[in-house]
T-cell receptor, first 117, second 115 residues
Framework: AQSVAQPEDQVNVAEGNPLTVKCTYS??????LFWYVQYPNRGLQFLLK??????LVKGSYGFEAEFNKSQTSFHLKKPSALVSDSALYFC???????????????FGTGTRLKVLA | NAGVTQTPKFRVLKTGQSMTLLCAQD?????MYWYRQDPGMGLRLIHY???????AKGEVPDGYNVSRLKKQNFLLGLESAAPSQTSVYFC??????????????FGQGTRLTVV
């Protein structure tokens, strides 16, 4: 079965330092991978995605993610963290097509990022 | 462009009561989804729909029903609410598999408390 793991419940980083939020996946076929951010009392906002092509993908708010097929990872990164980056981050994988052609998004449990001033 | 709109935003129910959550999207998306979010468990798929008139069960469908009578609307029903259904519910939508626009768009959520 397809799955996504976010091994860290919380990541703390000082403002101005680089940040990494980890994600590993298990999926058959070619994965479609996503990162979403959730601010308090808000819905999920799309940050970036990997479909194919370059392993380093860039997204909103200066975030980027590196796809590593051999390690089945898709870690979220940012060179210099801001206090305003503090939020809950979700990694997701889109289900490969079933016989009915459906596409379900499978989410990790989320990682809370705290950027300290 | 409103995107994905959920109503209501908050609701308190008594055990055994019923209610319907409404999700509306104005992006002409084929696929729609209902998730619930619980602490430490991420988002779990309740039901989804790949088109008007079609629905399917997700990971945690028990106690819920859905309908998609119109392409833009996806309703989630609780026939007899239980405290275990206290959660934050999110609706999402996306284009079909033939589109290169692959990400899902989310509503703002409905916070439901069952007492």
């Amino acid at each position: 079965a397809q799955s996504v793991a976010q091994p860290e419940d919380q990541v703390n980083v000082a403002e101005g330092n680089p940040l990494t939020v980890k994600c590993t996946y298990s999926v058959s076929g070619n994965p479609y991978l996503f990162w979403y951010v959730q601010y308090p009392n808000r819905g999920l906002q799309f940050l970036l995605k990997y479909i194919t092509g370059d392993n380093l993908v860039k997204g909103s708010y200066g975030f980027e993610a590196e796809f590593n097929k051999s390690q089945t990872s898709f870690h979220l990164k940012k060179p210099s963290a801001l206090v305003s980056d503090s939020a809950l981050y979700f990694c997701a994988v889109r289900d490969p097509p079933l016989t009915s052609g459906t596409y379900k998004y499978i989410f990790g449990t989320g990682t809370r990022l705290k950027v300290l001033a | 462009n409103a995107g994905v709109t959920q109503t209501p935003k908050f609701r308190v129910l008594k055990t055994g009561q019923s209610m319907t959550l409404l999700c509306a999207q104005d992006m002409n998306h084929e696929y729609m989804y209902w998730y619930r979010q619980d602490p430490g468990m991420g988002l779990r798929l309740i039901h989804y729909s790949v088109g008007e008139g079609t629905t399917a069960k997700g990971e945690v469908p028990d106690g819920y029903n859905v309908s998609r009578l119109k392409k833009q609307n996806f309703l989630l029903g609780l026939e007899s609410a239980a405290p275990s259904q206290t959660s934050v519910y999110f609706c999402a939508s996306s284009y079909s598999r033939t589109s290169m626009n692959t990400e899902a768009f989310f509503g703002q959520g409905t916070r439901l408390t069952v007492v």
